[in-house]
């Protein structure tokens, strides 16, 4: 009879498996879904690296590491994702939280007031919109999106962390549709080029939503719809916050000036130095 598996040597063939699908952070990955597994932090795995796995925990184990080895994203794998320190469910219904983009709610949480009347187009999951929530609580918030299965995720995430009363989901293509006036204008919008779908890493072209991803133009067609309809919805003062893709921030700035000579526009660039955001006052 083979030895028993252990939680050392669970990893170290995960680790292998995943290295030869050639998944970028491999070690990482395994600890994770096998701290998932067991319930435990990843510390754990290496307190107690002798101890055996049970049969169960390995089979779901197994079973994980294949789908990341077809390169099925761990958040996916998780079924959630941390943003702006806050757990938020996630599905192939919506784009997967990035880091980066939570650079984009930290512009918008230091330029409106507590009490802003905000809109997040192309909510997703939800992150911005329940993160900008948490950190405004008097803050009154509408989450945009063209996609039912995506509106269905972000309410689960505005109910798991308490702000119904403030963000209301709108099933809407950007911005059609919205009527009032807002203090700012959100969104992490598609700005990828159709064009660049196969240099996409595998995680990302065969299990994120295209939706959430590609826009026409360049990558440029739901930023310049954006920044055309925003003036009728900004209150006098308002702002929009608009993420593009790294190479993009010249044209983005470029048609923000010509369509909107009399508004200030300025481009915020991320920590690795590329340009991030575009920040207009109107």
Do not use: W
Not at 81 to 91: I, K, M, N, Y
């Amino acid at each position: 009879m083979p030895p028993a598996e252990t939680i050392q040597s669970a990893l170290v063939n995960a680790i292998q498996t995943l290295s030869r699908a050639q998944i970028a952070s491999p070690r990482l990955d395994a600890e994770v879904l096998l701290a998932h597994t067991l319930r435990c932090d990843r510390s754990r795995l290496y307190a107690h690296p002798h101890a055996p796995l049970p049969a169960d925990a390995a089979r779901t184990f197994s079973a994980f590491i294949r789908r990341r080895a077809a390169h099925e994203p761990v958040a996916h794998l998780l079924g959630e994702r941390e943003f702006f320190g806050l757990p938020f469910f996630v599905s192939s219904a919506v784009l997967i939280p990035r880091p980066e983009t939570e650079l984009l709610v930290e512009h918008v949480l230091a330029r409106v007031s507590p009490s802003a009347r905000i809109v997040d187009v192309g909510t997703g999951s939800g992150c911005i919109a329940v993160s900008l929530a948490v950190q405004l609580p008097s803050a009154r918030i509408f989450a945009t999106d063209i996609s039912a299965d995506a509106l269905a995720v972000a309410r689960r995430n505005i109910a798991r962390h308490n702000v119904t009363a403030q963000v209301s989901p709108v099933q809407a293509d950007l911005l059609t549709g919205l009527r009032g006036k807002f203090d700012a204008i959100v969104s992490n919008p598609p700005y990828i080029a159709p064009a660049e779908r196969s240099t996409l890493p595998p995680d990302v072209r065969e299990f994120e939503p295209p939706q959430a991803l590609f826009s026409e133009d360049e990558g440029l067609a739901h930023l310049i719809r954006l920044l055309k309809d925003v003036p009728s919805l900004l209150s006098p003062g308002g702002r929009v916050f608009l993420e593009f893709g790294a190479a993009q921030g010249a044209a983005v700035l470029s048609a923000a000036k010509q369509m909107h000579p009399a508004a200030s526009f300025s481009i915020v660039q991320d920590l690795g130095g590329r340009d991030r955001l575009l920040v207009g006052a109107f």
